[in-house]
């Protein structure tokens, strides 16, 4: 089993900026990918940006050029800065893991909101 904590969201103001963090414990040898999810209130969850275990990366249109995400693996933790943050940027925020070889997202975390006030 693998357990994500998020933590770093909060409010912040429209065009600033913050980061999350996504610390992974247990079975973390059996990671593969991971990205960040998030869910707007009335709106479906997306995929925001995801980072293979080899250090590949894939953003969502939305974030393309505003959010970065990145992965110490040495600490087994996994980051999404997020730059030039707007109003609909404001959502609850997931880190997710799939297990190496899989194609689905496995392991949830709790999930932090982020509020971007205009």
């Known amino acids: 089993q693998v357990q994500l904590v998020e933590s770093g969201g909060g409010l912040v103001q429209a065009g600033g900026s913050m980061r999350l963090s996504c610390a992974a414990t247990g079975s973390i040898f059996s990671i593969g990918a991971m990205g960040w999810h998030r869910q707007a209130p009335g709106k479906h969850s997306e995929l925001v940006a995801d980072?293979?275990?080899?250090?590949?990366?894939n953003y969502a249109d939305s974030v393309e050029g505003r959010f970065t995400i990145s992965r110490d693996y040495a600490k087994n933790t996994v980051f999404l800065q997020m730059n030039s943050l707007q109003p609909d940027d404001t959502a609850d925020y997931y880190c997710?893991?799939?297990?190496?070889?899989?194609?689905?997202?496995?392991?949830w975390g709790q999930g932090t909101r982020v509020t971007v006030s205009s």
């Open positions: 997710a893991a799939k297990v190496r070889g899989g194609t689905d997202y496995t392991n």
């Open positions: 980072i293979t275990s080899g250090g590949s990366t």
